[in-house]
């Protein structure tokens, strides 16, 4: 008979932050930001995005094998605001958006990883998100 191999217990990555952090951040991007983008803008623009898992999931493996054969041993992912041209704009508003974009350089090339790596533009970004209007509040 074979042993019984212990349960590994799965530990939350180390970055998170609890939901009251969340709610804070949330709330002085809304008090400090989005009355001026809005008085800018002349509309509620949009401040949240989603994806399910599966899509990023999709992406990342995407990041992860196609850095692999670019020798890329540790990708990263940064993520820039956008906002879509007026015309371009199903709403014809020009809405604010997100997009990810690969990082990361062969090993032993300068600034290969971390923040400071460069981005991976023969690697397309990833953006088609949804987002509520109005915002869904955190």
């Not at 180390?14 to 009355?35: D, F, S």
Request: aromatic letters at 10%.
């Amino acid at each position: 008979m074979g042993k019984d191999v212990p349960k590994r217990k799965k530990r939350k990555p180390e970055k998170c932050i609890t939901p009251e952090e969340a709610r804070e951040l949330q709330h002085v991007w809304c008090c400090t930001r989005t009355p001026e983008i809005d008085k800018s803008v002349g509309f509620e623009d949009t401040r949240e995005f989603h994806w399910s898992v599966e899509e990023l999931q999709e992406y990342l493996k995407y990041v992860k094998k196609q850095s692999k054969k670019q020798g890329i041993d540790n990708p990263g992912i940064r993520i820039y605001f956008g906002a879509y041209p007026q015309n371009k704009c199903k709403m014809n508003k020009g809405y604010s958006t997100i997009f990810l974009a690969p990082t990361g350089a062969p090993a032993g090339e300068l600034g290969k990883g971390g923040d400071s790596a460069p981005n991976n533009y023969s690697l397309e970004p990833f953006n088609q998100g949804g987002a509520g209007r109005p915002p869904v509040i955190y």
